[in-house]
């Protein structure tokens, strides 16, 4: 099945850096959209920063100059460079991605293409004073 897994996250200290990866895994036909999320303790998701296929990049103000996103599409990868970080970047990060998959539709076997909104299961960022 289709599924997004992330990789890195934990204690990291104020000043630090720490470099978090996402990989779509399955019958992906193709992803429009990466980026990822956090969720702080006690608040709610707020988008951190996404990359469009077409390279068209957004990020949260509060990390601009600081994070960097990047993206393999021959992996279907996502990457999220951490640098100066800061204890209210403290939180759970999410990765997420819009993509397309092929589905069987029929009994004969006929396929469509269908959209999908997929999530990690997050990974927890905390960063000491």
């Known amino acids: 099945q289709v599924q997004l897994v992330e990789s890195g996250g934990g204690l990291v200290q104020y000043g630090g850096s720490m470099r978090l990866s996402c990989t779509a895994s399955g019958n992906i036909f193709s992803i429009n959209t990466m980026g990822w999320y956090r969720q702080p303790p006690g608040k709610e998701r707020e988008l951190v920063a996404e990359?469009?296929?077409?390279?068209?990049?957004d990020y949260l103000d509060a990390v601009k100059g600081r994070f960097t996103i990047s993206r393999d599409n021959a992996r279907n990868t996502a990457y999220l460079q951490m640098n100066r970080l800061k204890p209210e970047d403290t939180a759970a990060y999410y990765c997420?991605?819009?993509?397309?998959?092929?589905?069987?539709?029929?009994?004969?076997?006929?396929?469509?293409?269908?959209?999908?909104?997929?999530w990690g299961r997050g990974t927890l960022v905390t960063v000491s004073s």
């Open positions: 997420h991605a819009r993509v397309q998959t092929r589905v069987v539709v029929n009994v004969e076997g006929a396929t469509a293409v269908r959209n999908q909104e997929l």
């Open positions: 990359v469009t296929n077409g390279g068209n990049i």
